[in-house]
């Protein structure tokens, strides 16, 4: 079974402060993907890497960076952290080719 | 420029009838891949069923199964038999063939199965 997890499940922070969303996948999947869920927009991409060393601006990458140290590890980094970025976060990995993702549980981030 | 729409917010059904929830798509590619995926209460996002766009027959999986309308750019869910624990939110997505495997996203469909 894939599995994908994600830390921590809930955050909240201030605006101004640095915020790191980690996510780890066991699945060995080269691709992995950061999306962030909210009302009336669905799940929009904001960062992706083909693998380790590797990251790719999504849709929505603004006030937004990416790590992938590893093929497991793929980090998203709010630098200076706002209020619009509350929101439900979500992290997927995949294979290549066209392929279903697989998506971790989510992280809740408010952004005070 | 690729988009998904999906037009209806939220559906309420009976227990044990059909359903068809509806996706729309834009895309200027001849190959791509479409997807539908549910969300549930507990907000665990699992992919449900896929159809490629070469392939003319409609996918099936257990109770759901897709209405694909290539001309139309259209690719319905239908679920039989509904199930209380169907209720959920139900996200249209699509891949281009050459994308990387990025999917792309319509706004979701709540639906309800009430007893």
């Known amino acids: 079974e894939a599995a994908v997890t994600q830390s921590p499940r809930n955050k909240v922070a201030v605006t101004g402060g640095k915020v790191t969303l980690s996510c780890n996948q066991t699945?060995?999947?080269?691709?992995m993907y950061w999306y962030r869920q909210d009302t009336g927009h669905g799940l929009r991409l904001i960062h992706y890497?083909?693998?380790?060393?590797?990251?790719e601006k999504g849709d929505i990458p603004d006030g937004y960076k990416a790590s992938r140290p590893s093929q497991e590890n793929f980090s998203l980094i709010l630098e200076l952290a706002t209020p619009s970025q509350t929101s439900v976060y979500f992290c997927?990995?995949?294979?290549?080719?066209?392929?279903?993702?697989?998506f971790g549980s989510g992280t809740r981030l408010t952004v005070l | 420029a690729q988009k998904v729409t999906q037009t209806q917010t939220s559906i309420s059904v009976m227990e044990k009838t059909t359903v068809t929830m509806d996706c729309v798509y834009e895309?200027?590619?001849?190959?791509?891949?479409l997807f539908w995926y549910k969300q549930t209460a507990s907000g665990e996002i699992v992919f449900l069923i896929r159809?490629?766009?070469?392939?003319?027959e409609n996918a099936t999986v257990g109770h759901y199964s897709l209405n694909f309308q290539k001309p139309k750019s259209s690719i319905g869910l239908i679920i039989t038999a509904t199930q209380i624990e169907d209720s959920a939110v139900y996200f249209c997505?699509?891949?281009?063939?050459?994308?990387?495997?990025?999917?792309?996203f319509g706004i979701g469909t709540l639906l309800s199965v009430k007893p």
């Open positions: 997927a990995s995949g294979t290549t080719g066209a392929e279903t993702l697989y």
């Open positions: 699945n060995n999947h080269n691709n």
């Open positions: 890497s083909y693998g380790a060393g590797s990251t």
């Open positions: 895309t200027q590619d001849s190959s791509y891949f």
């Open positions: 159809q490629d766009s070469y392939k003319k």
């Open positions: 997505a699509m891949m281009r063939g050459s994308s990387g495997n990025k999917l792309i």
